[in-house]
C-alpha cells in the first residue's frame, strides 16, 4: 500500500443529505477536506457548516451517502459506520461550538484527561497517574506555557478559557484530521493569534485542519484553500483570494461592501 | 411478603374461584370422561363424540380461564391502573418522576379507614373524601418539597432522591399516627356481582367505575377545557408557556391535586381489598413505573390500557401458575427486556 | 476474653461497617459517574444468597476454609456478572430508565428469594451457615468476623481513595459531568459504567457474603430498599461527590442510631421495639430531603480537585 501512502489523513464526503423534518440542511454531492493543510468552510448561517462537521463527526446520522477516512497510511475507513467516540483513535477531532467543559475538573485535569489512554484509565492500574504525568510532562508544560492558563490547578473559569481549553485537549490529542467550529469566537485577540499559531504548526507536522469561522480575517489569514457553502450545498472551492473576490460569495455572504 | 392486596384468594369466601384452577383441576365437563375412557378406546365410534366433549370441556376450561383472568386481571387491578394515571399526570405533565407518589396511595387507605371508622359511613361513601385528603397531602408535597427543590434547581438524579426521601419519611411518619400494625375496614362484607360468571365483590366495580370515570373526566379536560389547553403547552414547553404567562400555580396545583386524588383512590380500593399497611403503596412502585414507563410511548390513555393489560396478564399467570410472586416476577423481566429494546426512546417518549 | 464488649454492639457496628462499605461503592457510581442506582440491595442481596445456597446447600469434597472461600469468589463473580448485566441494560437510558432498570433488578432479586422458596427457603429463611473457623465462644467468632469486615471496608476505602488519583477516576467524573464531550474526546462512556458496575456489584457482592456468615441465617426482609437507602442517605448527609463522605455521613446516621441511640441513650423499653426502628426511617427519609434541598452537597461540600491536583502534582 505504500504507493497510496500520502502527506494528509483526506476526508471525502459523498452523496451525504441530511435533512430536518422535511427541510434539506445538508446536501453534499463530492467534497474533499484535508487536501491542502488548513481549510476553511465558509458560508452564511444556516449554509449547514456545523451539521456537515457534525455528520463527518457522527454525531448525527446521515439521511443518505457516506463520509470515509483516507488515512496517511493509505488505508480508509468508513466513518459514517463508526460509533462517535472512535473518531478519535481513528485521528478525527472536532472541537466544540458551544462552550462545554467539566464542571469539577481543574485545567491539568482536562489536559491529563486528553492524554490518558485506556490502557491508562485501566480501574486496576496501580500507577498510572504518576506514569501519565510524568510522560506527559513537557507537553502539558509546553502548552500551558504557551497558552498563559492561570493557575492550572483551579477550574477553568471565564467562557474564554473554557474555549481555549477545549482546543488544548483538541491539539493534546494529535489529531490526523482537526474540524475546528469558530475556535476564536469569544477569545481576546492576543489568544486568537496564539490559537492560530498553534493550529498552524500543527498543519505543518501534517495535521488536516478544517476550520469553520465567522472571524473572516482569521480565514484570509490561515487558510491554503476555502470552500464556500450556502443552503446546504458546496457551491465552490478555491484559494482565499479568488474567493474572497467571487462575485457569488460577495453576494451570497460577504456583501458588496466587502470587496 | 408481596401478596397482601393481590393474588388469588381475594375473591370471596363463596366463589369456586377461591382456589386457583390448574390445568390439572377438574372443569366442569371432564368429571364424566375418566369413566367413558376405557369404552372409548375399545369403541372407536365412540371416539368422536368423546373427542367432541373433550373439546368442548377443554373449551369451557379455557373460556372459563379467560373470563377469569379478564374479569379478575381488570377488576382485581383497577387500584394499579388508578395509581399508574396519578403517577403518569406528575411524571408526563410535570416532568417529575416522584417515587413518594406512593405514599398518596398509602394514606389514601389509611384516610378511607379513618373516615369509615370515625363516622361510621360505608367504604363507598369514604371513597371520595379519602381521595380529597390524598390530593391535598399530594398538593401539600409540591409545596414543601418538590417546589422549592425546583428553584433551587434541583434536577435529575436528585430530584429522584428527594423523592426517595420523602416516601421514606411518610412511609414510617404516618404509623405514628394510624399504627404500627395493619389495618382492617370494619364495615360490612360487600356484594358479590356476577360478571360473566365470575363472582366479583362491589366496592371492586366501584374501583373499575372509578378507572373509567376518572380517565375520562381527565382526558377531555386535557384536550377540551382552557385549563388543558395550559397544561399542555406547559408540559410540551415549558420555557415558552412560563415566558407567555401560561405558568399560574394553580394549573400546577391542579395536576398535583387530581393525581394524588386517583392515588388515593387506589390505596382505598387496595385496602379494601385486603388490609391496609405501610408498604401498601410501595409494593406497587415498580408495576406502576413499568406501567407508566411502557405506557407512555403513547399518551395518557396508553397508560390506562397497559394498566389494564398489566392487570389482567398479572392474574392470567398468577391463575395458571398458582402463584402471585411468579407471575410478578415474569412480569418484571418481561418490561425489563422492553424497556432494553426500546431504549431512550421509552424514557423520552413517557414525558409527552 | 471481650467481656467488655457487648454482643449486640458488635452486630450493631457490623451493621454499620456494612452501610460505610456500600455507601463507599454507591459513592463511586452516583457520586462520581452519575449513575443511578436504586438496586444496591439487589446486588448486595445476591452475593448474599448465592453464598448462603452454595455454603449450605451444596456438599462440598473440602471443608472450610476452603469451602467458605469458593463460595464467598462464586458469589462476589455472581454480583459482578449482575452488575455488567444491569450497567448494560441500563447503559443507554436516562436517569428515570436507570432508577427502573435498577430497582426492578432487586425487585427481582426479592421476588426470586422469596418465590424461590426449595432453594431460598423462601419467607421462612436459609440457615446452616457459620463461621469458616472456630475461635472459641460465638462473640469471640463474631469479633474475629466483624474485624475481617472492617478490614475490607478499609479496603474498600483505599480503593475510592486511589479512584480520585487516577486516570480512572477522572475518567469517571468526566463521564458524570458532561459525557457528550467525554465521548468527543474518545472515551467509551458505556465501557467506563460497564467496568465500575461490574467492580463495585462485586463488591457489593462481597459485603453480602460478609453478612450471611455474621448472621448465619438469610430471609428475604433483609434484601429491601431500606439497605439502599440507608447507604444513600449517609453517603448524601456525608457528601455524595467526596471520597469520605459515606464514613462521616453513616457515622450521623446509621451509627448514631444504630449505636449511641441503641445503647448509649437511656429510653423506655418498650420504645426500641418499634417506635425507634420506624423513626429511624423516617429520620433518614427527612435528612435526604433536607440535605438535598438545602445542602445539596453534604456535609464535606464540593469536590475539592484543585486542592487534590495540588498534593499529587507540581504543575504551576
Redesign the interface.
Same mark, same amino acid.
Do not use: C
Given at each position: 500500500m505504500t504507493s497510496s501512502e500520502r502527506t494528509r489523513a483526506e476526508i471525502h464526503v459523498r452523496g451525504a443529505k441530511k435533512s430536518f423534518s422535511g427541510r434539506t440542511v445538508v446536501d453534499v454531492d463530492e467534497l474533499v477536506l484535508g487536501d491542502s493543510a488548513v481549510e476553511g468552510l465558509l458560508g452564511p448561517n444556516g449554509a449547514g457548516k456545523t451539521t456537515l462537521m457534525r455528520m463527518i463527526m457522527h454525531s448525527i446520522p446521515l439521511d443518505e451517502g457516506t463520509v470515509t477516512l483516507h488515512k496517511r497510511d493509505g488505508s480508509t475507513i468508513t466513518l459514517s459506520e463508526l460509533p462517535p467516540h472512535q473518531m478519535v483513535s481513528n485521528g478525527v477531532v472536532k472541537s466544540t461550538q458551544v462552550v462545554s467543559d467539566f464542571d469539577q475538573l481543574t485545567i491539568l485535569d482536562s489536559l491529563l484527561l486528553a492524554l490518558a489512554t485506556p490502557g491508562d484509565e485501566s480501574p486496576i492500574r496501580w500507577k498510572a497517574e504518576r506514569e501519565l504525568a510524568k510522560k506527559h510532562e513537557e507537553e502539558i508544560r509546553h502548552q500551558l506555557d504557551r497558552f498563559g492558563f492561570g493557575n492550572p490547578n483551579e477550574v477553568a473559569g471565564s467562557a474564554g478559557e473554557k474555549k481555549l481549553l477545549d482546543i488544548v485537549r483538541c491539539l493534546l490529542l494529535k489529531p490526523d484530521v482537526l474540524l475546528l467550529d469558530e475556535p476564536t469566537a469569544g477569545l481576546p485577540d492576543d489568544i486568537t493569534q496564539l490559537v492560530m499559531s498553534a493550529v498552524r504548526e500543527l498543519a505543518l507536522g501534517g495535521t488536516s485542519v478544517v476550520i469553520v469561522e465567522h472571524d473572516l480575517e482569521v480565514i484570509w489569514e490561515l487558510c491554503d484553500e476555502v470552500t464556500f457553502m450556502a443552503e446546504g450545498r458546496v457551491l465552490m472551492k478555491s484559494d482565499p483570494e479568488t474567493i474572497r473576490n467571487n462575485s457569488l460569495v460577495v453576494e451570497k455572504y460577504l456583501g458588496a461592501d466587502h470587496a | 411478603m408481596k401478596d397482601t392486596g393481590r393474588g388469588v384468594g381475594v375473591v370471596g369466601d363463596d366463589t369456586p374461584q377461591e382456589t386457583a384452577p390448574t390445568p390439572t383441576s377438574d372443569a366442569p365437563g371432564t368429571a364424566s370422561a375418566p369413566t367413558a375412557d376405557p369404552a372409548g378406546r375399545q369403541r372407536p365410534a365412540w371416539a368422536i363424540p368423546l373427542l367432541a366433549a373433550a373439546v368442548v370441556a377443554i373449551g369451557a376450561f379455557v373460556s372459563e380461564f379467560i373470563a377469569e383472568s379478564l374479569v379478575i386481571g381488570a377488576t382485581e387491578n383497577a387500584p394499579l391502573v388508578l395509581a399508574a394515571l396519578g403517577f403518569a399526570l406528575l411524571y408526563r405533565l410535570n416532568g417529575l418522576l416522584n417515587v413518594a407518589f406512593t405514599e398518596t396511595v398509602t394514606l389514601g387507605g389509611y384516610f378511607a379507614i379513618w373516615i369509615t371508622s370515625t363516622t361510621g359511613w360505608g367504604f363507598a361513601a369514604a371513597v371520595i373524601p379519602a381521595g380529597i385528603l390524598s390530593g391535598l397531602l399530594s398538593v401539600a408535597t409540591y409545596l414543601l418539597v418538590f417546589r422549592p427543590a425546583k428553584k433551587r434547581n434541583v434536577d435529575g438524579l436528585e430530584l429522584i432522591v428527594i423523592s426517595f426521601g420523602l416516601a421514606l419519611f411518610l412511609r414510617h411518619a404516618l404509623q405514628f399516627v394510624f399504627g404500627f400494625r395493619a389495618r382492617f375496614f370494619e364495615t360490612p362484607p360487600p356484594n358479590t356481582i356476577d360478571v360473566l360468571g365470575v363472582g366479583v365483590p362491589s366496592f371492586r366495580l366501584l374501583a373499575v367505575a372509578s378507572v373509567a370515570v376518572l380517565s375520562f373526566a381527565i382526558y377531555q379536560f386535557i384536550r377540551r377545557t382552557s385549563y388543558g389547553l395550559q397544561i399542555r403547552a406547559l408540559a410540551s414547553n415549558e420555557g415558552l408557556a412560563e415566558s407567555s404567562g401560561v405558568r399560574p400555580l394553580n394549573v400546577t396545583l391542579l395536576i398535583w391535586f387530581v393525581a394524588g386524588f386517583a392515588g388515593g383512590l387506589a390505596g382505598a380500593f387496595f385496602g379494601v381489598a385486603s388490609a391496609v399497611t405501610p408498604l401498601l403503596g410501595t409494593r406497587q412502585l415498580l408495576l406502576i413505573l413499568l406501567v407508566v414507563l411502557v405506557g407512555g410511548i403513547w399518551d395518557l390513555l396508553g397508560v390506562v390500557w397497559v394498566g389494564a393489560a398489566t392487570g389482567i396478564a398479572l392474574t392470567a399467570m398468577t391463575l395458571w401458575l398458582g402463584s402471585d410472586l411468579w407471575a410478578q416476577l415474569i412480569l418484571i423481566v418481561l418490561f425489563l427486556g422492553l424497556l432494553k429494546t426500546r431504549g431512550g426512546r421509552l424514557t423520552a417518549g413517557s414525558k409527552v | 476474653m471481650l467481656d467488655w464488649l457487648d454482643a449486640f454492639l458488635i452486630s450493631g457496628l457490623f451493621g454499620v461497617v456494612q452501610i460505610i462499605g456500600l455507601g463507599l461503592l454507591v459513592h463511586l457510581q452516583?457520586g462520581l459517574t452519575?449513575v443511578?442506582n436504586?438496586g444496591v440491595a439487589g446486588f448486595w442481596g445476591l452475593g448474599l444468597y448465592v453464598f448462603g445456597i452454595l455454603y449450605g446447600k451444596v456438599d462440598w469434597p473440602f471443608g472450610d476454609p476452603w469451602q467458605f472461600l469458593v463460595c464467598a469468589i462464586a458469589a462476589t463473580a455472581a454480583s459482578a456478572l449482575a452488575g455488567l448485566f444491569v450497567a448494560w441494560?441500563i447503559s443507554?437510558?436516562?436517569?428515570?430508565?436507570a432508577?427502573?432498570?435498577t430497582?426492578?433488578?432487586a425487585?427481582?432479586i426479592f421476588?426470586?428469594a422469596?418465590?424461590w422458596s426449595d432453594l431460598t427457603g423462601g419467607?421462612a429463611g436459609l440457615g446452616g451457615l457459620g463461621f469458616p473457623y472456630d475461635a472459641g465462644p460465638a462473640k469471640t467468632n463474631e469479633f474475629i468476623w466483624f474485624v475481617l469486615t472492617t478490614a475490607i471496608v478499609a479496603g474498600i476505602l483505599a480503593y475510592v481513595l486511589?479512584?480520585h &488519583? =487516577?486516570?480512572?477516576g477522572?475518567?469517571l467524573? #468526566?463521564v458524570g +459531568?458532561?459525557e457528550?464531550?467525554? &465521548? =468527543?474526546?474518545?472515551?467509551?462512556?458505556t465501557? #467506563?459504567k460497564l +467496568?465500575?458496575f461490574t467492580?463495585t456489584s462485586g463488591m457489593m457482592g462481597l459485603l453480602g457474603v460478609m453478612q450471611a456468615v455474621m448472621f448465619r441465617f438469610i430471609i428475604?426482609?433483609n434484601v429491601t430498599?431500606n439497605i439502599t437507602?440507608a447507604a444513600?442517605?449517609g453517603l448524601?448527609l456525608g457528601g455524595i461527590?467526596r471520597a469520605w463522605g459515606a464514613v462521616v455521613g453513616v457515622l450521623f446516621t446509621v451509627a448514631l442510631f444504630d449505636i449511641v441511640i441503641q445503647f448509649y441513650v437511656p429510653l423506655p423499653q418498650e420504645w426500641y421495639t418499634?417506635?425507634i426502628p420506624?423513626?429511624r426511617?423516617?429520620?433518614?427519609?427527612?435528612?435526604?430531603?433536607l440535605v438535598?434541598?438545602f445542602r445539596?452537597k453534604g456535609m464535606l461540600g464540593?469536590?475539592k480537585?484543585?486542592q487534590l491536583?495540588?498534593r499529587?502534582?507540581d504543575?504551576?
Open positions: - | - | 452516583m452519575r443511578a436504586f441494560l443507554d437510558l436516562d436517569v428515570d430508565g432508577l427502573v432498570g430497582l426492578g433488578f425487585t427481582v421476588l426470586l422469596t418465590a419467607a486511589w479512584v &488519583r =487516577s486516570p480512572y477522572r475518567l467524573i #468526566a +459531568t458532561n457528550p464531550l467525554a &465521548r =468527543s474526546l474518545g472515551k467509551s462512556s465501557r #467506563a +467496568t465500575l467492580i428475604p426482609a430498599i437507602l444513600l442517605a448524601i461527590t418499634q417506635a420506624v423513626a426511617e423516617a429520620i433518614f427519609g427527612l435528612a435526604l430531603v438535598l434541598l445539596p464540593e469536590m480537585r484543585p491536583m495540588r499529587i502534582h504543575f504551576k
